[in-house]
């Protein structure tokens, strides 16, 4: 997976502009306010040109130091900081010397000093300056690669959690396959070659449609209504009228955004447990509704349930009561593995198993909707309800109230 570019600071989106911006407002800073200083002292004007010129040398000084910082930044602490005093020290010496050489030019006749008494007088501005300099140029360069290290680890943090999500979401195919290929399999052992045939085809449209959508890409609710649907087309055959559907959509829920196939496992878990065991059958209901700014989604059926109480987290594989060598273990605990990657604690999912019957999902995340192009509303062969309340401050169905916490798995 390709590192993506560091993108910096605006201001320093162009570092040697930056830099050119900075020494110019530093330096011109400097003569300002020393130039304010010399007049409001009552000095005379023609000390301006002293000013400028040991203002300039400080300039020109500076950036030799910065070619020289600029090879020792990245060297081990000890050689940086030790080069960089020898450097600052002789860059002090030189702009000392120069002030020293030109305020004996300018005082002439005037002052009776050596040479060393100006150079010892005149040596705290050059060093407050370039010491200060020096400070800051090491700051921001280390502002700089905080910045950037920060920034690097955000996209790796971004990039790893899209590559569980493409994980979890490739073992979503892997799962549907072996149950319906099993499917397929017990048709052509019955020689039903033409319900083989017709659920071999819906399989292949059923997958064209699910493998558009990236990995780790999100779709609106009505985009996996119309996937659920493909997928139930292929149920159908197989459990005909066994299996019995009651979709409930709000028309706002329809524009949600949410991960791609994460109710499809959902749906399989029904027919697995509720359908496939019972004689008569069962019906799956899904109902979803925007409340408080939040997507609820549930699904239920009026399967057996558990056989009894269920307790802790979210680990068990099978339905308790309800084993079936052929599952993969992966429905549940995948969803809840994905709803954790991409709203972290924003998220609820818990089930509800009644051991009398009856066994329901329920998942609550941010209300994210697609404000642009259509949605499509794709409808349950047995019913869609598309209602148009305000659900804002309508309080949630019964079917729709958070469960208590059960540990369950597909």
Partial sequence: ??????????????????????????WGSVFLLRAMSALANG?????LLVIFVTTVTGFSISLVLSVAYRQLIDRKPLVTWGMTMIALLLAVIVHVSIDAWVQGLYYAGARETTFAQRFIGL??????????????????????????????????????????????????????LFNTLNSIST?????????????????????RHTLVSEPGSQVTLAQEVETLQLYLDIERMRFEERLRTHFSVEEQALKAQLPSMLLQPLIENAIKY??????????????????????????????????????????????PGARDTTS?????????SRLAQAYGEKHRFEITSNPSGGFSVFIEIPFEPLEEGPVHNSQSDDALTSTQNNSQNAAPTPTLAAPTPQSMGS
């Fill in 187 to 207: 048709l052509v052992l019955l020689k039903q070659t033409e319900p083989a045939n017709a659920m071999l085809t819906r399989l292949s449209s059923f997958l």
């Fill in 328 to 336: 993969t273990g992966v429905g549940l605990a995948n969803i809840q």
């Fill in 43 to 47: 000095l005379p004007l023609d000390l």
């Fill in 1 to 26: 997976m390709a590192m993506l570019p560091f993108r910096p600071t605006p201001f320093f989106a162009d570092k040697n502009k930056a830099f050119w911006y900075l020494q110019l407002a530093g």
């Fill in 274 to 319: 509720a359908v496939s065991p019972q004689e008569e059958g069962a019906r799956i209901s899904l109902e979803a509704r925007v409340y408080n700014g939040r997507l609820q989604v549930g699904v239920e059926d009026t399967g057996p349930g558990a056989s009894g109480p269920i307790q802790g987290e979210l680990l068990a594989a099978e339905r």
């Fill in 123 to 176: 040596s705290y501005i050059p060093l407050t300056l370039m010491g200060g300099w020096s400070a800051l140029y090491y700051a921001i360069n280390y502002f700089l690669t905080v910045e950037e290290q920060a920034d690097r680890l955000e996209r790796l943090e971004a990039q790893a959690t899209s590559a569980h999500l493409a994980m979890l979401r490739y073992q979503l195919n892997p799962h549907f």
